[in-house]
């Protein structure tokens, strides 16, 4: 199934659920760490879209079919 573009919130808890935690934010941005691996996500009115979801994906080190199974 292809990226879609999700709300900041979703991708957050998608996250929180692959066992991130917030390490700190700075505006709109967000940084989650779990480890050692730390990942900054978008925090701003509107959707994420694929793109930047895709990145934040290499960033954590997850596939999308683990992404689409949390």
Do not use: C
Not at 46 to 69: F, H
Request: net charge positive; no cysteine; hydrophobic share 40%.
């Amino acid at each position: 199934m292809p990226l879609k573009p999700l709300r900041p919130r979703e991708v957050i808890r998608k996250l929180e659920k692959a066992g991130f935690a917030l390490s700190r934010q700075k505006g709109s941005h967000a940084r989650y760490i779990k480890a050692n691996r730390g990942v900054t996500v978008p925090i701003h009115p509107g959707d994420v879209p694929a793109t930047v979801i895709r990145w934040i994906l290499k960033q954590a080190g997850l596939s999308e079919n683990e992404w689409d199974a949390l």
